[in-house]
Nanobody, 126 residues
Framework: QVQLVESGGGLVQAGDSLVLSCAAS????????MGWFRQAPGKERDFVAS???????YYANSVKGRFTISRDNAKNTVYLQMNNLKPEDTAVYYC????????????????????WGQGTQVTVSS
């Protein structure tokens, strides 16, 4: 398995931007499809974005046009660029990795992921 560590969270104001990073160790990132998920207080963990091994991306409707997922396999890191942040984006953000067929569900299903990070808190004030 691969080990994942998220970073880059923090407290920002509405309209600001943040870049989250997910650093992988243990195995090369290039063989994994990657996903970002988030969990707001009192709510279930939800899909945010995913990226395949061939850089195909997929986004939740709530973040489409504002968030961008990308990967740098040479640095073993996946990023989530978040622009025009809104208070409803407040959550703990998790990255996850899996080796299953990306096109079976475009990475939406949490149960497909084998490895998870510990999460990083993003708080957006109004």
């Amino acid at each position: 398995q691969v080990q994942l560590v998220e970073s880059g969270g923090g407290l920002v104001q509405a309209g600001d931007s943040l870049v989250l990073s997910c650093a992988a160790s243990g195995r090369g990132l290039s063989i994994y499809n990657m996903g970002w998920f988030r969990q707001a207080p009192g709510k279930e963990r939800d899909f945010v974005a995913s990226i395949s091994t061939s850089d195909r991306t997929y986004y939740a409707n709530s973040v489409k046009g504002r968030f961008t997922i990308s990967r740098d396999n040479a640095k073993n890191t996946v990023y989530l660029q978040m622009n025009n942040l809104k208070p409803e984006d407040t959550a703990v953000y998790y990255c996850a990795a899996d080796e299953a067929d990306f096109y079976s569900d475009y990475g939406l299903d949490q149960t497909r992921y084998d490895s998870w990070g510990q999460g990083t808190q993003v708080t957006v004030s109004s």
